[in-house]
């Protein structure tokens, strides 16, 4: 009678052998993004600044084998200074992250854990950093600084961490009030007890998945500050300053000045969203139900 | 929506044929269900991924005029009954087994078409109701003719709810206030099969009375009522049949009229003593925990938590089988 | 009378915010490097003497102690007074009142534009789950919020002013004539290149947003007893699932001031749009301090009022939220 059961059975064995195959892409994918990055970071490192010299022989060239990203106008390789700007953003938006991350981090657990007095103030705190819009609180923190890479690095960390402070205190609160603290609290165990023992372990996740969801917006608003000129100098190969400089020779057609750094820099953020999306997938596999 | 539905293959060309096979069911029947089975995938961690059977070789039938209560304990999966019948489960499940209402298979295609019309369902809480829509609103929804207003207006005084209910929202309904909306959102169009998942929750014993006397009243009418619910005792008030779910199966199909004295009339052990643990008569427990989907036994779904058990009761699942009037699985029952 | 209450205690978060604000950057700037007198003067420097110079700083009370200049400072913001912008020489409010217009217009366009076109998007993604179309808007709009809203900016104006040659590559106004002689269309065809821009990186968020509330929606147990209700397809999403989501995307759309402006920012000076963007990059990169800080006060009040409106709508129109209230 049951005709159905069997081809029901072969459908499940057949949708688990495809389910094993994306959990293979997954790591596949992190993997490969991951590599990308370092692989940026080093060939930085290992590449000549011969590249980006002034050469006059080779200004203006169009993309080709030997320049895949052209030269500019003093005749440098623009895929040189690219991976050189990318190896410069990556380094600093992963320090201005940091730096954001533990004061999400720390406030976040001062206003879990430290009273509705602390939380209330936290939350204004939040509020405050939120309503001045990004850009110009980076511009106002840049100029007081006096600019530089200082200045982006202090404005970026002291500007990216609110929304997860909000993120982190609503973790904490969770794991506060989930049974086995209330255990403990029960058995007479300290508050610091409680927090390195429970909650800090729970947060070291949080601490990568809130670095890796930070760092896109880091990197881009580096990039961004530093086209509008309150950033990096203009000495170094930083992506922004391309792209700025790229803006006198657009109308000569010089297209490629801009399409390859700023396309390259895209690239890198999107490596990192999917790094962050798998890494969440893996850590935790209900909420990222699709 | 993209609503997948495996119960393509069902059996249709020949009525006769079927009546064979579809043991204890006669023409009078409004709905058959044989050997329905309902599964998911579920994913693990990391990113595993299993096939999760919750519903297995489910017999029941319902025919007009009865009440037919399915009762099993709470979170055990009954609900999906219900959405398997209607045709609104999850795009992952996966169906199989025999649907039959009113003589005719019920495919995907003519669930889509009935539903709500000749099949409805009451659903347990106000929050199937939307959140966003005046009541009155949602009831006019579901009737399809253009006297909508007025249809929905008599069905409320018919349910003694008052106009200005009809302009309240879903959070502003108190307990049996909501119960009736339910109810009368139901029957506003026109069903003649009736699905009640779970429908006294929790509630004050006089609205329980209530929605109970309004499902008992349907069938009068010749309405076809099943029940599904965790509360044996309710189930007891109205209905005719009593089908016992256990481990995503049914275990048992009993005339009410064998719920009496200490049981002996009733076929399953599971049932005995089921019945054996309501307060009223021996209230003992049954030891042991009902198995969850993950980990069924091998054998009779019952069978680890069994007195009557034997080397056989492992060996295979036991088919459903006629049995004094009533349907019972398990190879001791006599 | 509960919602003016409700939105009461709003306003006065928000102005115990533009207090703390006003106080913070006022600490900040006079913690800076930046010379106001010297940015005053500019390129004048060799023509003013010493003793002028004090006289300015006398003239603009820099030789009081910090906090006597904060309360002038603060006291002359509550009547109006932003002070005079150094660059432009002219008083700080009328630079913002004009420069604000030229980018409310900007970001009004975007802002209307991203908002129906995000909707739609996240609708069409929504109801097609797990399909293409799904697959296509979604990696379209994680692609968007990867993209540097400047490089697109210079990429629109590569295609449509380089190669196209549809719009001049300089898009200030024309050399030479006063900003109120721009005619209308003049000024909208400005306006084309700077909105597209900030139209396109807009609509990700509000269809990513809306994409996965409806998923949440259709998820729900409403949505599963409408269709038990024989309710389905388009009618249904319509009935029950616009009505859930309309409210938290407007409220999102309110929400999304900040970026608004900070991308409005990169679009001003990629196409020298001449708005309060581009206006707070010169006040920074030239020590403009009153302006610029007069540009971060007007910017957190746009942001805040974006908040505030979203707070307000969703107050009065959520019948869950009316009633909340009432009851208390």
Not at chain 2, 47 to 62: A, G, P, S, W, Y
Request: proline content about 4%.
């Amino acid at each position: 009678m049951n005709v159905l059961t069997d081809p029901e059975n072969a459908i499940g064995s057949g949708s688990l052998h495809f389910k094993l195959n994306r959990r293979q892409k997954t790591l596949i994918i992190t993997g490969l993004c991951s590599a990308l990055l370092i692989g940026i970071i080093l060939a930085a490192q290992l590449m000549s600044n011969a590249g980006i010299a002034t050469n006059f022989s080779q200004q203006n060239l169009a993309p080709s084998w030997s320049h895949p990203f052209g030269t500019d106008w003093l005749g440098r390789d623009m895929f040189t200074r690219t991976i050189k700007g990318l190896a410069i953003s990556i380094q600093i938006g992963l320090l201005a992250s940091s730096v954001s991350v533990v004061i999400a981090l720390v406030l976040g657990m001062c206003a879990a854990t430290m009273g509705e007095k602390v939380d209330a103030i936290i939350s204004w705190l939040v509020d405050l950093f939120m309503g001045v819009p990004h850009l110009v609180a980076l511009v106002l923190i840049a100029v007081v600084l006096g600019g530089g890479a200082k200045g982006v690095i202090i404005g970026v960390a002291l500007t990216h961490w609110p929304s997860l402070t909000r993120v982190i205190r609503a973790e904490v609160m969770q794991v506060r009030s989930s049974q086995y603290v209330l255990v403990s609290r029960h058995l007479g165990r300290s508050r610091w007890w409680i927090a390195s023992r429970h909650i800090l372990p729970h947060l070291l996740p949080q601490f990568f998945v809130g670095l890796i969801l930070i760092f896109p917006h880091a990197i881009l608003h580096e990039a961004s500050i530093t086209f509008l000129g309150f950033g990096l100098s203009p000495h170094l190969p930083a992506i922004g300053v391309i792209l700025s400089e790229s803006m006198g020779y657009l109308a000569a057609g010089m297209w490629w000045l801009a399409f390859f750094p700023g396309l390259s820099l895209l690239i890198i953020v999107r490596a990192f969203d999917v790094i962050g999306d798998n890494l969440r997938m893996l850590l935790d596999p209900h909420r990222a139900h699709e | 929506m993209n609503i997948k539905n495996n119960i393509s293959n069902l059996q249709h060309s020949n009525l006769s044929e079927q009546s064979q096979y579809l043991s204890g069911t006669s023409r009078n029947d409004l709905l058959v269900v044989e050997n329905l089975s309902v599964s998911f995938i579920q994913y693990q961690s990391g990113m595993k991924q299993r096939n999760l059977e919750v519903i297995c070789d489910l017999n029941v039938n319902v025919r007009s005029g009865e009440v037919v209560a399915i009762v099993g304990s709470s979170g055990s999966g009954k609900s999906l009954l219900a959405h398997a019948i209607l045709g609104i489960l999850p795009s992952n499940a996966k169906v199989s087994g025999t649907m039959i209402y009113n003589g005719q298979a019920l495919t995907g295609e003519r669930q889509k078409a009935i539903r709500g019309s000749e099949i409805s369902l009451i659903p347990q809480s106000v929050n199937y109701l939307d959140p966003l829509m005046k009541v009155g609103e949602q009831v006019q929804n579901t009737i399809k003719t253009k006297d909508a207003k007025v249809r929905q207006q008599q069905i409320f005084q018919r349910y003694q709810l008052s106009k200005a209910a009809g302009i309240l929202y879903p959070f502003q309904l108190s307990g049996g206030m909501a119960r009736r909306v339910l109810v009368a959102t139901a029957v506003s169009g026109g069903a003649k099969l009736i699905i009640a998942d779970e429908p006294t929750p929790g509630l004050h014993p006089e609205v329980v009375a209530e929605t109970l006397s309004h499902l008992k009243e349907l069938a009068d009418q010749g309405c076809g009522v099943l029940m599904i619910t965790h509360d044996i005792e309710a189930a007891m008030k109205i209905a005719d049949r009593i089908a016992v779910f256990y481990a995503g199966t049914t275990v048992e199909v009993a005339p009410i009229e064998d719920f009496t004295n200490t049981g002996e009339a009733l076929r399953h052990p599971y049932t005995k003593a089921l019945w054996k643990a309501l307060p009223e008569n021996d209230f003992t427990p049954i030891p042991g925990f009902q198995p969850t989907p993950a980990d069924l036994p091998s054998g009779c779904l019952f069978e680890p938590r069994c007195q009557l058990r034997t080397a056989a009761c492992g060996a295979g699942k036991p088919e459903m089988a006629e049995l004094r009037g009533g349907q019972v699985r398990c190879i001791h029952a006599t | 009378m509960n919602s003016a209450k409700y939105v009461l205690g709003k306003a006065l978060r928000m102005i115990s915010l533009l207090i703390a604000l006003c106080l913070v950057s006022f600490i900040l700037v006079k913690n800076s490097p930046i010379d106001p007198v010297q940015a005053y003067i500019g390129a004048d420097m060799m023509r003013v003497s010493e003793e002028q110079r004090e006289l300015i700083a006398e003239n603009w009370g820099l030789d009081k102690p910090p906090i006597e200049q904060f309360f002038s400072w603060a006291g002359a913001i509550v009547q109006g007074d932003f002070g005079t912008s150094m660059i432009y020489r002219e008083p700080v409010i009328e630079v913002i009142g004009q420069r604000f217009a030229a980018s409310l217009a900007l970001m009004g366009v975007a802002w209307v534009l991203s908002g129906i076109f995000g909707f739609l998007m996240g609708i069409i993604a929504g109801m097609n789950r797990g399909k293409l179309i799904d697959r296509a808007i979604k990696w379209y709009c994680l692609t968007l919020a990867a993209t540097p809203t400047f490089w697109l900016g210079l990429i629109l104006l590569i295609i449509f002013a380089v190669w196209l040659g549809w719009f001049p590559i300089g898009m200030g106004v024309p050399v030479g004539v006063l900003s109120e002689h721009v005619s209308i269309s003049e000024k909208l065809y400005h306006l084309i290149l700077p909105a597209l821009t900030l139209s396109i990186v807009g609509v990700a968020n509000i269809a990513l947003h809306t994409r996965q509330k409806l998923l949440d929606v259709l998820e729900s147990d409403y949505v599963l007893f409408a269709r038990a209700n024989g309710e389905s397809g388009l009618g249904l999403v319509w009935q029950h699932g616009v009505r859930n989501i309309a409210l938290p995307a407007v409220t999102l759309q309110f929400a999304s001031f900040s970026e608004l402006f900070g991308g409005s920012v990169l679009a001003e000076q990629v196409f020298s749009y001449p708005g309060l963007g581009q206006a707070t990059v010169s006040a920074g990169l030239r020590g403009d301090v009153p302006l610029l800080l007069g540009i971060v006060l007007i910017s957190a009040i746009f942001v805040f009022s974006g908040n505030l409106i979203g707070d307000i709508i969703c107050s009065v129109v959520d019948p869950r939220i009316k009633e909340d209230r009432s009851s208390v």
